[in-house]
């Protein structure tokens, strides 16, 4: 007689000790590794505080240029509200210069991307804009625009502009071919194209754009302040380190860094929230 076993999916054999055990070790380690990757920052920062440390312990570098890590901490502690007030304004001033990049850049990119007419007249214009040493720029913003935030904001938005106009034109201008050839299966119009799979598809390179373009928001922040600033963290750094106060001088330094990666670290979770399929479809190390 046939053997006639049910086919409920409840009824389910249970699986081998050898299965549990196994994805047990695998819950685990991938539980250390996102332990270690957290932890992994701050080992580095201790590391760069012992060697900064031991450099200024042996004066390797004099002290008026680099005095010792305590000291600017306690430079920090004296006049925190201060301080704090001061790097507010120059996280204004990156956030508002960078969003400005950002539309404008995108917007440029999309206009090379859509016609190769436009992206062979503007193209080298655009790569000598940007060659030009935006420091050279300061006084000339001052006497164009003032003393503000006026040439603050365009030094942002000269410094952040080119990574983002490249990153979204060579996003759009690079679909990968099955995905074009989808889209022409589908009879789908020029905006259906855009709006379903070539900006899709771009957004993991402008956000390459952008990931490089935020750390020189802040560079271009400080550079500005110290053109033309009347407040900010460059604003500071320069009245300290012309009184000889090298130690207030670096705590500004010090906070410019930490607000950059601060930033950088919200743009890295704006992108893994935004782009899901991404760490998804690629290799990870």
Known sequence: MTDVRSADP?????PPPGAVSEAGRAGRGAGLRAGAGTALPAVGIVIALAAWWLTARLELVHPVALPPPADVFTAFVDKPAQMLEHTWDTTLEILTGFALSVAAGVLIGLSLASSRTVERMFTPLLVAVNAVPKITLG???VV???WGQKPILTMVFLLCFFPIVLSTATGLTTTPADLAELVRSWNASRWQAFRKVRFPAALPQIFV???VAMPLAAIGAVIGEFQAGESGLGYVITQYAGIGDAATAWAAIMLVAL???LLY???LLIERIALPWVRETTSSR
């Open 10 to 14: 409840a009824v389910a054999e249970p």
């Open 139 to 141: 006084p000339l913003l």
């Open 144 to 146: 164009a625009l003032g």
């Open 209 to 211: 754009g952008l990931k």
């Open 259 to 261: 607000v950059s990666i």
């Open 265 to 267: 670290s919200a743009l």
